[in-house]
C-alpha cells in the first residue's frame, strides 16, 4: 500500500536517530518527567505512521521501565518489517501474539500492540486511546492542513513528532541545479500524499501554531541530516527518490535530471533539513 520500503526506513534509521535534536528531546523528558515522575515508568505511547518501528528504539531506551506501545500504520507489510525488526532489537521476546509482542531490551519491559489503521479517517479513535505521549517520525511533511487542524482538534496528550522535512537540500560541491531541483523538489512535497495537499516543508511551523493556539506549549529546533560517508546505498537512494520526484512533477527536463543525478553521486557532503517539536499538553 505505502511508498516507503523498509529497505529505505531501516538505511535512514541512524540517520534519523543521529538527527535528532536534543534540546527538544530534553524538552520532552523533563516535562514527562514533571507529569510522571523520574522513573517515567508504566508509560503508554501512541506512535503514528510506526513504519518499522524506528521512533520506538529511538525512545524507550529513554524513558522507564515497564512501557506500552500502540504502533499504528496504514501498511501491514510495515507493521511485519517493524514486528522483526524488534524481534532482533530485543534482549528477549518474552510472549507473542497475533497483534501485540512482550519483550524486554536494556531491562525494560516493553508491551507492543500493532495496529493497521489508516490515519487518514481513524483519527478520533486512536486518539481516544488513554496514552501519556503520541509521537510520530517522519510523518506530519505527508498530512494537510486540514488533518493538523483536526488532529489538534482532538489531541489531548502531549506531541512528540520529529523529523519533519523543513525544505532544505544542500550538497558539497554544489551544482547549477541543486536550487531548481531542491525548489521541484519541494513543489512534490505538497501533493497530496493521502491526506489532502501535504504541508511539506511548512509541516513544522503549521503544526506549532495550530497547538499554541490550543494552549499548548511548543518546543521546536532543528534536526538536520548531516551525510557524510559518501558514497553510500542511503545516499543513493536519496537521491533517486530526489530525481524520482522532481521528474514527477515535470519542472525539469530528463537530460538535467540525469545531469543533476550523476553529479550528485560523487558529492562529498549532503545536508537536509528538518524539524523536531514537543508539545506539552496544558
Ligand atoms: C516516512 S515514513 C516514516 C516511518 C517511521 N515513522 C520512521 O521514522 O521510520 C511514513 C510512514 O507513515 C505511514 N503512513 C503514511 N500515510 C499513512 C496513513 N494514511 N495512515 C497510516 N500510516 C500512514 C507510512 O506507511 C510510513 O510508514
Redesign the pocket.
Known amino acids: 500500500m505505502?511508498e516507503?520500503s523498509a529497505q529505505w526506513?531501516s538505511l535512514?534509521?541512524p540517520v534519523?536517530h543521529a538527527a535528532r535534536n536534543v534540546q527538544v528531546r530534553e524538552a520532552m523528558l523533563a516535562d514527562l518527567r514533571k507529569r510522571h515522575g523520574v522513573q517515567l515508568s508504566g508509560l503508554r505511547v501512541l506512535d503514528l505512521?510506526?513504519?518499522?518501528g524506528?521512533?520506538l528504539r529511538a525512545l524507550a531506551p529513554l524513558l522507564g521501565e515497564a512501557q506500552h506501545w500502540t504502533l499504528?500504520?496504514?501498511?501491514r507489510a510495515?507493521l511485519a518489517a517493524a514486528r522483526q525488526a524488534l524481534t532482533q532489537w530485543a534482549d528477549q521476546v518474552m510472549s507473542e501474539q497475533t497483534d501485540s509482542m512482550r519483550m524486554m531490551r536494556g531491562g525494560i519491559q516493553i508491551d507492543v500492540d500493532f495496529r493497521v489503521?489508516?490515519?487518514?479517517g481513524e483519527l478520533d479513535s486512536l486518539l481516544s486511546l488513554p496514552v501519556d505521549l503520541v509521537s510520530?517520525?517522519?510523518?506530519f511533511d505527508?498530512v494537510s492542513s486540514r488533518w493538523v487542524d483536526g488532529f489538534c482538534d482532538v489531541l489531548r496528550a502531549p506531541l512528540y513528532a520529529v523529523?519533519s522535512f523543513d525544505g532544505q537540500m544542500q550538497w558539497e560541491p554544489r551544482h547549477k541545479l541543486d536550487q531548481a531541483v531542491t525548489k521541484a523538489f519541494c513543489a512534490h512535497q505538497v501533493t497530496d500524499?493521502?491526506?489532502g495537499a501535504a504541508l511539506g516543508p511548512t509541516s513544522g511551523q503549521y503544526l506549532r501554531n495550530a497547538l499554541e493556539q490550543r494552549g499548548f506549549t511548543v518546543t521546536i529546533d532543528k534536526s538536520p541530516w548531516e551525510i557524510e560517508d559518501l558514497p553510500s546505498v542511503f545516499h543513493d537512494m536519496l537521491i533517486d527518490g530526489v530525481a524520482k520526484a522532481v521528474a514527477e512533477i515535470g519542472h525539469l527536463g530528463l537530460t538535467d535530471i540525469d545531469a543533476w543525478l550523476a553529479s550528485r553521486r560523487d558529492a562529498r557532503r549532503c545536508v537536509i533539513g528538518h524539524d523536531d517539536l514537543y508539545a506539552a499538553s496544558p
Open positions: 505505502g516507503f526506513l535512514r534509521e534519523d505512521g510506526c513504519g518499522s524506528s521512533n499504528v500504520d496504514y501498511d510495515l489503521a489508516d490515519l487518514s510520530a517520525s517522519a510523518l505527508l523529523l500524499k493521502g491526506f
